[in-house]
């Protein structure tokens, strides 16, 4: 049986992302951890068919539970419905581009602090000062992250051969004519 | 196989796996990250502590004259102490009395803190089961008690801190005074701040702890020493805990309950002292 080309691809970045998850720590002045994880998670989601995205998706969110003491099911299920999202996103404008990729984990995070303090919430006020200071911080924190995790991942999908730039004999893209 | 198939059937496993297995998961996940948890640990401890000497070496020298005579008085101190410790066995043999803490505490480097939003509930120890670590062990530093062992692998273990809202510890305070008696009751983890309390710049601090089911006729002056009671089962007597902030009655008015500041300093810990082998914890 030949092996799936993206499998290793997949299984290096996944690990890549779990070491700079749990090795990066958090700013100093919020505890809000750069979702690697997360964005690794996005990056094969837009790029690759859903059996593959969901895969990675899964382990991400179960990667990023296992070492962030939460409930093994609290990440999964929220990057399966940020899945469903970016899918609809991505009818209309969302590519897999460093860019846009930044700018998708940036938000995500900051929706993903909600979900967990929804998720792991225990005693006290849902949401307080110290909540939002975390917010705040979860954009910034969740951009680099992205930009990272973007950057490194189509890396590692142009030296692995998964991805080719696109040849003459296929054609010009539209994108070229106006040149 | 075509190849979009095996994706679909790895995606079965995978939930497969998680359904069925998730404790083996979370070890194995934690197992495959601690080589490089520990790499930067030794990177650190090594080449960083290396460089910084070689950019200070005149404080160095200065630490290294302090740490001499550090050493020094400690050996005055321990030969008191072994002293002491003899005559300590003497009067146990007498009264036939067997030590509270059997077991020994090992030093564990902390390799992480909890992920993305557990980042004051947990830390992560680079010690575990294969260097004699259990579940509910006890963990403390110098300054007080930190936690206890909530999860263990083979090379790692997860502390549950004090300042989880989870956390519960049988505490007593030290000395209350004449004629009180013993003034016991429950610590419980600070979790989140109320939303009355005006001190927002208060910020990524740990809340101090709440001390339940204290004696309501008596009063505890602040700055009292709270320490482990043994009563829970789990840490052993006389433990350092926190120091008492101020009391007041609880709402039912049945039993007072006063905050607590953790001695130990959680934002800064690197180096950790689990029980291991036969403590209070073990069944």
């Known amino acids: 049986m030949r092996l799936d080309p993206n499998l290793p691809v997949v299984a290096a970045c996944l690990f890549a992302a779990a070491c700079a998850q749990e090795l990066v720590p958090a700013p100093p002045q919020a505890p809000v951890k750069a979702v690697f994880l997360t964005a690794v998670g996005l990056y094969f989601a837009l790029t690759r068919p859903v059996a593959m995205a969901l895969t990675v998706l899964v382990w991400a ?25 970016v899918r609809l996103l991505q009818r209309a404008f969302l590519e897999a581009t460093v860019f846009q990729g930044t700018l998708l984990v940036g938000c995500v995070s900051v929706v993903q602090v909600v979900w967990t303090r929804l998720w792991a919430h225990a005693g006290g006020p849902l949401f307080s000062w110290e909540t939002l200071v975390r917010l705040e911080w979860a954009l910034p924190v969740g951009m680099a992250a992205g930009f990272v995790g973007f950057a490194v991942c189509g890396l590692a999908d142009r030296l692995s051969g998964n991805v080719r730039p696109v040849k003459e004999s296929d054609g010009v893209l539209w994108a070229e004519t106006n040149r | 196989m075509k190849q979009s198939k095996m994706w679909v059937w790895l995606l079965v496993l995978s939930l497969g796996a998680l359904l069925f297995a998730s404790p083996r998961v979370r070890d194995v996940a934690q197992e495959a990250v601690y080589p490089s948890a520990n790499a930067r640990l030794w990177f650190e401890r090594t080449v960083g502590v290396r460089a910084r000497a070689f950019f200070s070496r005149a404080r160095q020298g200065a630490r290294n004259d302090q740490l001499a005579r550090d050493v020094a008085r400690l050996q005055v101190v321990e030969a008191s102490a072994d002293a002491l410790g003899a005559e300590v066995d003497r009067l146990r043999a007498i009264l036939d009395f067997k030590p509270s803490v059997p077991g020994q505490w090992i030093a564990a480097p902390v390799l992480s803190r909890g992920g993305t939003s557990a980042v004051w509930q947990s830390v992560r120890l680079g010690k575990g089961s294969l260097q004699g670590v259990a579940k509910g062990a006890p963990a403390i530093i110098p300054d007080g008690v930190v936690g206890r062992v909530t ?75 709270v320490v482990t009671s043994g009563l829970g089962l789990t840490f052993p007597k006389g433990l350092t805990i926190g120091y008492l902030l101020e009391s007041k009655l609880e709402s039912n008015g049945l039993s007072r309950e006063a905050s607590v500041v953790p001695a130990a300093d959680l934002t800064a810990l690197e180096t950790v002292f689990v029980l291991t082998g036969g403590g209070p914890h073990a069944p």
Request: glycine residues 12%; proline residues 9%.
């Open chain 1, 61 to 85: 969110g179960a990667l990023t539970d296992a070492l962030g003491g939460l409930p093994l099911a609290c990440t999964l299920t929220f990057l399966m419905t940020v899945y469903v999202g």
């Open chain 2, 151 to 225: 999860d263990v692998s083979p090379h790692t273990c997860e502390v549950m801190l004090i300042s989880d809202p989870n956390s519960r510890v049988a505490c007593e305070l030290e000395t209350p005074g004449e004629g009180v008696g013993t003034v016991r009751g429950i610590l419980f983890g600070g979790g989140s701040r109320s939303a009355d309390d005006p001190h927002l710049t208060l910020l990524y601090v740990v809340d101090p702890l709440r001390l339940r089911y204290l004696d309501r006729d008596f009063t505890p002056p602040p700055r009292t020493r």
